[in-house]
């Protein structure tokens, strides 16, 4: 597992939350309003997602995204926070909310 400065611990609880989802009957799980710091981390473990991963940073990902969305039978959705997610998307998915702790750490390990 590529970690990016993330702890141990908190790479583990980012994968399982994901992972928990997708292992339920939610074919479609998303996690909206992301920094870089976790967009990079999903990207570097895409291998450790039980399903595909779709990074979309800006409306230049819609096309993948939508593809991904349409043929795809476990998608993980991780949209950046300065991306305004249409509905398109967002009354598919199955929201997941990461603790805030959980993001404020990753975004300060990965200043240091």
């Known amino acids: 597992m590529q ?6 611990k908190d790479a583990k609880k980012l994968i399982s939350v994901v992972n928990t989802q997708l292992a339920d009957y939610h074919a479609r799980v998303a ?18 997602v039980n399903g595909d991963v779709v990074i979309v940073r800006d409306a230049n990902d819609e096309g993948w995204a939508a593809m991904k969305r349409n043929e795809c039978p476990k998608v993980l959705f991780v949209f950046s ?10 009354s598919v998915c199955k929201k997941i909310v990461l603790p805030k702790a959980l993001i404020k750490r990753v975004n300060a390990n990965d200043r240091e």
């Open 3 to 8: 970690k990016n400065n993330v702890t141990e």
């Open 31 to 48: 996690i909206y309003g992301m920094p870089i710091t976790i967009l990079k981390f999903f990207e570097a473990n895409a291998e450790q």
């Open 81 to 90: 926070e300065d991306y305004c997610v249409p509905s398109y998307f967002s």
